[in-house]
């Protein structure tokens, strides 16, 4: 794909609409191209609309009461789901979209290392629960590849590469502990998802920085 | 004025030169062409000029050996050594490239200089400081520990920081600036979007907002002032978690707000217009007068 016909799929992408196989042809670009992520991203807030589109009619209103006391239940014995503004989604989906296409790319040039996690394509309903799992799981990779790289990093980039590394973690462990003590405080989510945002791009830089070493 | 092809076409193969050996190269290439150079340490300057052909001057360091060619539509260039792991002196370069080239520039430790360009820039870094002047289309630097500095208006920005520092000046356009700790401080700024964010590093931003623009300013740990002109037509949405708020926005003068549970505050000047969104854990806020 290219970056004109990446701009022409914009809009079906974000709303869900792009087939599978061309969804994967857009996710495969974005891994390879910075110039289109951040087209993405400016982009953001006028896809916001289609990523908080209704996905169904609402049900008649007398089946509410019943499904209501269920959701409670279920919300009761686990964590539910946040509301957070779909462009911090799309930005951040987009984001690990394009960190996992990197992470992929990355080790199919190595030939090694085993297959990198899958991370499914950007659902806009996505919860934080489900966010934090993918991000974690990039990250992971990032690091694993970050880590058999090393040894052609000169010691000033590594100390450098901790100390950064070492500023997001805290303020992540800041923020997700705010968190924990308000879980339904969509702001801390939105600084949770930041952090984590921050830590991916970063991860991202410091690995495609040792493969070009 | 037009070179020799015998001249304009030397092979892309590595020629290494002697210990601090200067170096000299001409390629004739499209107004818009696309190149790349690298240069782990040392200083790499770009510079925009009228003619459609690249001239390279420059000092290699021991042991480094210069490589490059091109032609039409694409050139390469830059200076390799034999362990690029080991600390060691730097080369300079000094490049003259087409007002309108789409340049991409790689360093380690080297800084980056790039004036005169109105085409498009990607600079990356590892430590080393970028400076690009203003008239680009599009800039792209990222670096890991060195400083970011932004001479002029800009369409497009789009800068990745550590710990460095970003200073932009006379921001205009649509831009991004993220760093980890590194402060980021725009001034003269005149945005129709901009999106400003650290983890701990403060951010200050001196200009206005275009009429249905928007300004965002989203930190961890730093703190964030904006200052704006009085009589500013925008929605505020401040938020911090265990930072203050303060405002010399209304008439009345200073106001002071203490967020309770870190719930935002909104409130709108001059009827409205553009967006204003400061995010923090636990930076304070200031938004001032001019």
Known sequence: MTCAELRERLDAYASGTLPDREAAAFEAHLGRCAECVARLEAAAPRLEPMTTLPRAVAPAADLWPAIRSRLARRGAAGPGRIAVPGWWLAAAAALLIAVSSGVTALVLRRGGGGAPSVVPAFRPSVSLTTLEAQYSAASDDLTGALEKARARLAPETLAIIRRNLATIDSALAESRRALARDPANAALTQLVVAAWRQKLDFLRRATALSTAS | ?290
């Open chain 2, 1 to 290: 004025m037009r070179l020799s092809p015998l001249v304009l076409l030397p092979p892309l193969l590595a020629a290494p030169l002697a210990a601090q050996q200067k170096v000299e190269r001409r390629f004739a290439v499209a107004q818009d062409v696309s190149i790349r150079i690298t240069n782990t340490a040392g200083v790499i300057r770009v510079i925009g000029w009228e003619r459609d052909s690249i001239v390279v001057i420059g000092a290699l360091a021991p042991g480094a050996s210069f490589f490059g060619g091109g032609k039409g539509a694409f050139a390469k260039l830059g200076v390799e050594r034999m362990d690029e792991t080991v600390a060691g002196p730097g080369s300079t370069l000094e490049i003259r490239v087409p007002r309108g080239a789409r340049v991409s520039v790689r360093s380690v430790t080297a800084g980056i200089e790039a004036t005169g360009l109105t085409g498009e820039l990607q600079a990356t870094s590892v430590s080393g400081s970028i400076k690009a002047g203003g008239g680009l289309k599009l800039l792209m630097a990222e670096t890991m520990d060195g400083d970011l500095e932004v001479g002029g208006p800009i369409e497009i920005t789009r800068i990745t920081g550590g710990r460095g520092t970003v200073t932009l000046r006379d921001t205009r356009g649509d831009v991004l600036a993220t760093t980890v700790g590194g402060p980021i401080t725009a001034t003269g700024a005149r945005i129709t979007r901009a999106h400003l964010e650290t983890v701990s590093g403060a951010i200050t931003y001196e200009g206005g907002v275009d009429g249905r623009g928007t300004l965002e300013a989203v930190t961890h740990a730093g703190d964030v002032t904006l200052r704006l002109p009085a009589a500013i037509p925008a929605e505020f949405e401040l938020q911090t978690f265990e930072g203050t708020i303060e405002t010399t926005l209304f008439p009345k003068g200073n106001v002071q707000h203490q967020p309770r549970d870190g719930s935002p505050w909104t409130f709108a000047t001059a009827g409205g217009g553009a967006q204003v969104t400061v995010r923090s854990f636990k930076g304070a806020i200031r938004v001032l007068k001019q």
